[in-house]
């Protein structure tokens, strides 16, 4: 699933009496792309830029979140096409492995796939001639994870997201989401994050942000996490990344790390 569909997904979870703590160990994902010169793998937030015509990309890694009673591995799977120029569209899935502990100290291990997704991502407008890169983002979340584990929520989601990317200087680019979730059987959430991305030399670049997520109808359960980490392009089609991150406030996990890779391939003239 996408990105900020995990991320909103976590936090209605983590309301449910079912999710208690969890295990997340490894997401393998796959959208598509030209080279990763856009946000992606290791960040939260979005960036405005789509997957080029024909093209394809592949993003795999490991994950894993914890706080004080639950440790969480997730294995994240995704693909994404180049549909149109501007356009693009994908699908997302994978399994995830949770480790709860509970209140008589007795772990629980719990194993299941993760919610199926559909996403697409559409950006018409371009910094030449409207300042920054602009697009529009939709997902909806079909619910296949198990809600008697406590795996998922058992109700489905949609998502509407508006992306802004902005380059800053030569070696400088911010990103910035603003979005709206339906939850189904819960409260909706908006939910909002700003990334920096700093190019340190050609193949290397260190990103950062900060994101957020509010309950329409309880501002006061705000969440609010930060992650940090590095890119480093190994190859024309092929960037390896790693991060880690931590919660700010709010019922988030504590501490979050992340490693992988976003692999570029299609047809036509960016094979």
């Known amino acids: 699933m996408d990105k900020v569909t995990q991320q909103t997904n976590h936090y209605i979870h983590r309301k449910e009496p079912t999710r208690m703590k969890c295990w997340l160990l490894i997401a393998v994902v796959v959208a598509t792309g030209p080279l990763l010169v856009e946000a992606g793998r290791p960040l939260t937030v979005d960036d405005a830029g789509t997957v080029e015509s024909q093209q394809f990309q592949l993003e795999a890694g490991a994950?894993?979140?914890?706080?004080?009673?639950?440790?969480?591995?997730?294995?994240?799977?995704?693909?994404?096409?180049?549909?149109?120029?501007?356009?693009?569209?994908?699908?997302?899935?994978?399994v995830q492995l949770e480790d709860r502990s509970e209140d008589n100290d007795v772990h629980h291990t719990v194993s299941d796939i993760c919610d199926f997704t559909l996403a697409?991502?559409?950006n018409p407008l371009a910094a030449d001639r409207f300042w920054a890169d602009q697009a529009l983002a939709f997902a909806v979340k079909i619910p296949t994870a198990s809600c008697d584990k406590g795996c998922g929520?058992?109700?489905a989601d949609f998502d509407l997201m508006y992306i802004v990317t902005k380059k800053l200087t030569d070696r400088f680019n911010a990103d910035?989401?603003?979005?709206?979730?339906?939850?189904?059987?819960?409260d909706d959430l908006v939910h909002y994050g700003l990334a920096l991305r700093w190019k340190v030399t050609e193949p290397v670049e260190l990103v950062g942000e900060v994101f957020a997520n509010t309950p329409?109808?309880?501002?006061?359960?705000t969440t609010l996490a930060m992650n940090a980490g590095i890119r480093w392009q190994a190859m024309d089609n092929l960037v390896l990344d790693a991060a880690a991150g931590a919660g700010l406030r709010g019922d988030v996990p504590d501490v979050t790390a992340t490693m992988g890779?976003?692999?570029?391939f299609g047809f036509g003239k960016n094979k």
Not at 176 to 186: A, C, F, P, R, S
Not at 216 to 221: D, F, G, L
Not at 261 to 264: E, I, S
Request: no cysteine; hydrophobic share 35%; aromatic share 16%.
């Open 216 to 221: 329409v109808t309880s501002v006061k359960t």
């Open 63 to 94: 994950g894993y979140e914890h706080d004080s009673a639950t440790q969480h591995f997730d294995f994240p799977l995704g693909l994404s096409y180049g549909v149109l120029p501007m356009l693009q569209a994908g699908i997302w899935s994978g």
């Open 261 to 264: 890779l976003t692999w570029t």
């Open 120 to 122: 697409t991502k559409w």
């Open 153 to 155: 929520s058992g109700k």
């Open 176 to 186: 910035l989401n603003i979005g709206y979730t339906w939850v189904g059987g819960d």
